[in-house]
């Protein structure tokens, strides 16, 4: 196995031959680092003209191993040999250290640099790169990779404390300058040092595999303050992600934050990222997506009946977004503006949230690079579940998670209903795990624990909206039902393509009925249902017969669990007699949408049922030439799908989404 690991470029804000003679205390022993016990100089030799020294030693280090480790390998020490080449004339000190003890089963390669600042002359630049290959160590591979990463991250780690230790040291004994090297063979400045033009020490930089003055911006510093705790494999990565990205595109490359946030999307794999990343940049060139901040304008639909947008920040100084999902007529939605319009409304949310991550960076003088998402289900029901619209969401979900990852901080779930388990089954699945990891749900109050807990423990008390209880005035839509008369489809009975697949269409004559038969023997599944009533007026029914039998030539399939069928033949289910009836008889008027839901607890035949009847005749005219007319679907969602659900299931019938006779034509 062949590891390779890169440290980020670490600055000394100190003139390179003063580091220089900072770096040679650390010989022949340096306290700071107990397992560096000694060393022996094998080589030290110079160019004639004093430019090139060539420093070789043998290091002897203490095997920080368990007692048993040592005991199988049969040894306390083991010694590498490091080579040193100091070049005074480009002021450049390059290191290559490389194990000698157990060298034909273990690999370790270390190179290291010291060179002067591109941009400024009296500062120092270290570099560190190590490749680790274990080709075979007594069947303690792994244990011997942990060590070796442990060795080298204790060594970055204080490899700039310790030439700052002695940096010190040099200063208590009076040195705090150290006249640079001159060279006797050619032209001097004034001070007898050649100093290289900016852009010529750039170009000696780029030879030596720093690209160019961004990766500068790499230093240790720069991560802890900028990109947070990054542990040194994480560090390593974002570097080698970098460069990648620079071979493909030169310098037209994203910041180092957005870098970070498809590594984390890829669990630091730098391939993996590199593949998402340079995908989503085409995307993004092919969408124009950089132009969507200055071009886009909402719908006047959404201007009126979005119930979402952003409000202050959490606690943590991340952007904070409140959509009502409970408030918002999603089938009125996308049937006035269409699921790519949505898309780009669910798009256009994603790039002001960045713009709005880095106006907090600035704000809160650390990196934001995330934001947070409120979502308030008080009034959701079973009208949201419907079919075409949970597919939308679950596409809107796929391209903002591959193309935005790791933006989304935290979702916070409050008011959540009986039916909210049905939804989070849903989609979930479609959400990755580490999203998924992100999700808080209060239920019921829990939310607005008074002291501690609920959302004061992610928002300020003085940001929490008003619509929940809190102090703040939130500008957010009130949502609504999106009336008929602004869809973009015809009301009377055409529809989409897509929904033409998921929705059947009737006409039922004065005193006709249509009944849906669900085969059910798998107890515990959930039956779904929505309709849509395009003319007059229908009543609805949920009927049970109780036990699965061969009945009137039906043959029950014992192969598969759920099989559902339309029996146009079977209008002869009584009530009471051989049926039993499982809700309230649903008066339908002209122009609602009615979605609801039940579980399936026994096993048998359930029958949804809709009859034109007379009843009718007390809202609209009994004109018997003028037929009843709906849309419907339904699906069943196996029991496995809610075992372990967070609330229990219960049988529900929404609200209705109800729009006039008048806005419905």
């Not at 250290?97 to 600042?117: D, G, I, P, W």
């Not at 009847?613 to 004109?623: A, K, M, R, T, V």
Request: some cysteine.
């Amino acid at each position: 196995m062949v590891q390779q690991y890169q440290s980020p470029v670490r600055v000394y804000k100190y003139p390179f031959a003063l580091v220089m003679m900072a770096y040679e205390r650390r010989f022949p022993t340096c306290p700071q680092i107990p397992v560096f016990v000694g060393c022996e100089v094998t080589l030290d030799k110079e160019s004639e003209d004093k430019a090139i020294r060539t420093t070789e030693r043998r290091c002897k280090l203490n095997v920080d191993a368990p007692y048993i480790l040592k005991k199988i390998i049969g040894v306390d020490f083991i010694y590498f040999i490091q080579r040193n080449v100091l070049d005074r004339r480009n002021n450049v000190l390059e290191i290559e250290a490389y194990n000698e003890s157990f060298s034909t089963r273990v690999t370790v390669l270390e190179k290291c640099k010291y060179f002067v600042h591109p941009e400024n002359s009296d500062w120092t630049c270290f570099e560190q790169v190590a490749s680790l290959d274990i080709k075979n160590f007594f069947g303690f591979e792994n244990s011997m990779e942990k060590l070796a990463m442990k060795q080298y991250a204790q060594n970055i780690a204080k490899g700039k404390e310790i030439i700052e230790y002695f940096i010190n040291q040099l200063k208590e004994e009076g040195i705090s300058y150290v006249e640079p090297w001159k060279d006797l063979l050619e032209d001097k400045n004034p001070l007898g040092t050649k100093i290289f033009p900016k852009e010529e020490r750039k170009a000696i930089i780029k030879h030596g595999d720093i690209s160019s003055s961004d990766k500068m911006q790499l230093s240790s510093d720069y991560i802890e303050k900028y990109l947070g705790k990054l542990d040194l494999i994480q560090e390593s990565k974002l570097i080698q992600l970098r460069q990648s990205i620079r071979e493909l595109r030169g310098d037209s490359i994203p910041g180092d934050a957005t870098l970070l946030r498809f590594l984390r999307a890829r669990e630091f794999s730098v391939d993996k990222s590199r593949e998402m990343l340079t995908q989503s940049l085409h995307w993004r060139k092919k969408h124009q997506i950089d132009k969507l901040l200055e071009d886009y304008e909402a719908p006047q639909v959404v201007k009126d009946y979005f119930p979402g947008g952003w409000h202050h920040f959490d606690r943590d100084g991340r952007p904070l977004y409140i959509l009502r999902l409970g408030q918002m007529d999603v089938k009125g939605l996308l049937k006035s503006i269409g699921e790519d319009e949505l898309l780009l409304l669910a798009l256009h949310i994603c790039e002001e949230g960045l713009v709005l991550m880095e106006e907090a960076t600035n704000i809160w003088s650390h990196l934001v690079s995330q934001w947070t998402l409120l979502i308030d289900l008080e009034g959701l029901n079973m009208r949201h579940l419907w079919r075409p619209g949970i597919k939308a969401l679950l596409h809107i979900i796929e391209i903002v998670e591959f193309n935005y990852p790791e933006t989304l901080g935290r979702v916070l779930i409050i008011r959540a209903p009986r039916c909210f388990p049905i939804l989070w089954t849903l989609i979930s699945t479609f959400i990755h795990e580490n999203t998924r990891k992100k999700f808080i749900f209060y239920c019921g109050a829990d939310y607005q624990q008074q002291e501690t807990g609920g959302l004061k423990d992610y928002i300020d008390p003085e940001y929490i909206p008003d619509f929940v209880g809190g102090l703040s005035e939130a500008y957010i839509l009130d949502g609504g039902v999106v009336p008929k008369h602004l869809y973009k489809v015809d009301v009377d009975g055409q529809s989409t393509e897509h929904e033409h697949n998921l929705y059947h269409s009737i006409n039922l004559s004065r005193y006709q009925v249509h009944n849906v038969a669900i085969y059910c023997n798998d107890p515990g599944s959930v039956l779904t249902w929505d309709f849509d009533v395009m003319r007059h007026n229908i009543t609805f029914n949920v009927l049970f017969k109780g036990r699965l039998t061969n009945t009137n030539n039906l043959v029950v399939p014992k192969s598969s669990t759920i099989i559902e069928d339309d029996i146009p033949t079977h209008k002869e289910w009584k009530v009471g007699i051989n049926c039993t009836k499982l809700n309230t008889s649903i008066i339908c008027h002209d122009g609602e949408s009615i979605q609801g839901t039940h579980i399936m607890q026994e096993s048998g035949i359930y029958i949804l049922q809709w009859l034109n009847s007379e009843e009718q005749g007390e809202f609209l005219p009994s004109i018997s030439s003028h037929k009843a007319q709906l849309m419907y679907f339904y699906e069943v969602l196996p029991s496995a799908h809610y075992k372990g659900s967070m609330m229990s299931l219960q049988s529900a019938i929404s609200g209705r989404s109800v729009a006039s006779s008048l806005l419905s034509r």
